[in-house]
């Protein structure tokens, strides 16, 4: 076998008399029992990232995005390998715990958090509700104290930090819907309002500028900002404010060429340094996503038909698309895609790689690479597919969700079988 070592492909991918791959599985073999299009995820692989930002981070922690890409075993590896876990709806947190992971390591996060919801999430006994309005700190005020409880909470600040990114994937603006605004005052009167509150127990303050971020500069300026904040509010009140969470947003690289991003240790010692200067710093935490899901999973569609068009170019369509993967459509994300179930000597030339939507901006990749010869039923792989491709999957033109195949040392596990006609037409009162 050679290991495929290009750096966006999954640890144990590698090429078998020319065939793909992944934890010791064969795509030929996957696509012939699982079909296509499906998302091959290398358990290993997944686990050794969420490992590395435990150990990244002695003494704080690891709350997995899991807006990123959760389904019930990705809690339950999350659980035993001792992170813990960010959701941001009653249907993530149902998910979580579904999988096994305590509540009492389950963050809740987001910015309309109904009633119902808020009531789950002090029933069930979250670490802690991520409060991210005035509206929503009376309204938890009143679940909690309906409850007798009082509810562990972190207020959500946005610093004011411009992060680098897509802007609809930047959070840490003045004009951003998410947490309250530092500079116009409006964090520290939550501050003050949420200290009031019997029923509430501040134990932190959080902030999350954006996702896909390759430097570490915007992180920086946000952590000396949070860390100046949270003195500024200890001593103001005279309280202590145990913990800092300084969000997810570390990058991945797409392509081979890409810039490589930072490792977590890289990222982490920035913290650490923004905080150092403090009497008593704060237990920190993070909150990766794409960086520990994305490079793990491997997109695997199925060629369907080959379109020339003279004096335009080729089109390639396979059997999935935007429905899968709408980030090329809503961010102008890019990918490589490459032949998986032989290697082909034949030049490449560029292609268009669309998918069977009724849309024409349903394409996966503009202006691909691809061998002369890919044809009709050649399998294709896109590597880092593993972050907010199939938690963002919808049923446009009632195309069915990919299942998602965990492979670890020759087996294969599903961890979501694919959906059927069956489950659409259940939505369907008759
Ligand atoms: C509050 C919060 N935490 C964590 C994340 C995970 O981000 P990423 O996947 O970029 O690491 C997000 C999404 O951007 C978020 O909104
Ligand atoms: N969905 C975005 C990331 C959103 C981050 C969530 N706060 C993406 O695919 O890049």
Redesign the pocket.
């Known amino acids: 076998m050679t290991v495929v070592i290009d750096r966006v492909w999954p640890h144990t991918a590698g090429r078998t008399e020319g065939e793909l791959t992944l934890g010791g599985v064969g795509v030929r073999a996957l696509a012939a029992e699982y079909g296509t299009p499906a998302y091959v995820l290398d358990e290993k692989d997944f686990r050794a990232r969420a490992r590395a930002w435990r150990d990244a981070l002695p003494g704080g922690e690891v709350h997995y995005?899991s807006?990123?890409f959760l389904c019930p075993e990705i809690a339950s590896w999350l659980a035993e390998d001792g992170l813990s876990l960010?959701v941001c709806t009653g249907g993530e947190l149902a998910v979580a715990l579904a999988g096994g992971m305590p509540a009492d390591r389950i963050t809740f996060?987001g910015n309309n958090k109904s009633v119902a919801e808020l009531r789950r999430a002090v029933t069930a006994g979250v670490n802690a509700v991520v409060l991210d309005s005035f509206t929503e700190i009376e309204r938890l005020a009143e679940v909690a104290r309906d409850a007798g409880a009082r509810q562990r909470v972190m207020i959500r600040v946005t610093p004011g930090v411009d992060a680098h990114t897509h802007e609809f994937?930047a959070?840490g603006g003045e004009r951003s819907k998410f947490g309250f605004s530092l500079g116009l005052g409006l964090a520290a009167q939550a501050v003050a309002r949420v200290l009031a509150e019997p029923h509430l127990e501040l134990i932190g303050l959080h902030s999350?500028i954006g996702?896909?971020l390759l430097d570490l500069e915007g992180f920086k300026m946000a952590a000396g900002k949070m860390a100046a904040f949270l003195v500024e509010c200890e001593r103001r009140h005279n309280v202590r404010i145990p913990g800092l969470d300084l969000?997810?947003?570390?990058g991945i690289a797409y392509r081979a060429d890409d810039p490589v991003p930072p490792s977590p240790a890289e990222l982490t010692a920035v913290l650490h340094d923004a905080v150092s200067w403090l009497d008593t710093p704060p237990v920190l935490s993070v909150?990766?996503?794409?960086?520990i899901a994305g490079p793990t999973t491997v997109a695997l569609y199925e060629i369907g038909t080959v379109k020339e068009i003279p004096g335009v170019g080729v089109y390639v369509s396979v059997d999935g698309g935007m429905s899968d993967n709408p980030r090329p459509a809503m961010y102008g994300a890019a990918y490589t895609a490459v032949l998986a179930n032989r290697v082909s000597d034949a030049p490449e030339r560029p292609v268009n790689l669309v998918g069977k939507h009724c849309e024409s901006g349903d394409v996966l990749g503009w202006d691909m690479p691809l061998p002369a010869d890919a044809q009709p039923g050649d399998l294709l792989a896109i590597p880092a597919s593993g972050?907010y491709q199939r938690s963002m999957a919808n049923n446009y033109n009632h195309v069915l969700r990919p299942p998602v195949l965990a492979v670890r040392d020759g087996q294969v596990k599903v961890v979501v079988r694919r959906e059927t006609e069956d489950d659409l037409l259940r939505l369907y009162p008759r």
Not at 247 to 250: F, M, R, S, T, V
């Open positions: 995005g807006k990123a960010d996060h994937i959070t999350h996702s896909q969000g997810g947003g570390l909150e990766p996503g794409r960086s972050a």
